[in-house]
């Protein structure tokens, strides 16, 4: 893997590279790192798991008749279904400090890469909409 930041590429690398992680990842306003990128025939990938990964809590797994407060829905920014396949197994945290829920990623929910998490306590319906993390 490379290490060095974009100012010591090519320009058309750097265009290339930027290009693509703007739209299919979240490199937040141009401060993406090579560190991330694995060149694969003339393509480069980006390694996901490499970044800071932020999702959202969409809503509890619901059923007919009950909802499932440990198992939430969360939808992470510019991730595809094929690319939420690679989060199942990771961890995910929620608040901070003692108040923090740590969760698991259990599966995906349907094509456009929703994940459900289990959570280890059932997370209050304020979370509903607030943000969580990729812990790894």
């Known amino acids: 893997m490379l290490t060095k930041p974009l100012t010591g590429c090519p320009r058309s690398l750097q265009l290339v590279f930027l290009t693509y992680c703007e739209i299919n990842l979240f490199a937040s306003s141009n401060r993406a790192y ?4 694995i060149p694969y025939k003339g393509v480069l ?3 996901i798991l490499s970044q800071k990964i932020i999702g959202r809590i969409t809503n509890y797994r ?3 008749s009950a909802q499932q407060p440990r198992e939430c829905l969360i ?11 690679k989060l199942v ?4 945290v929620w608040g901070i400090g003692k108040k923090a ?5 259990v599966g995906l929910h349907g094509r456009n890469g929703m994940v459900r ?20």
Do not use: M, Y
Request: net charge positive; aromatic share 4%; glycine share 14%.
């Open 34 to 37: 090579l560190n991330a990128c």
């Open 45 to 47: 990938k980006v390694n």
């Open 62 to 64: 619901v059923g007919e």
């Open 75 to 85: 939808e992470f920014k510019n991730i595809d279904s094929s690319a939420a396949g």
């Open 89 to 92: 197994g990771q961890k995910v």
């Open 101 to 105: 829920h740590t969760g698991k990623v």
């Open 117 to 136: 998490v289990k959570f280890a306590r059932p997370v209050p319906g304020q979370a509903i909409g607030t943000t969580v993390e990729l812990i790894g």
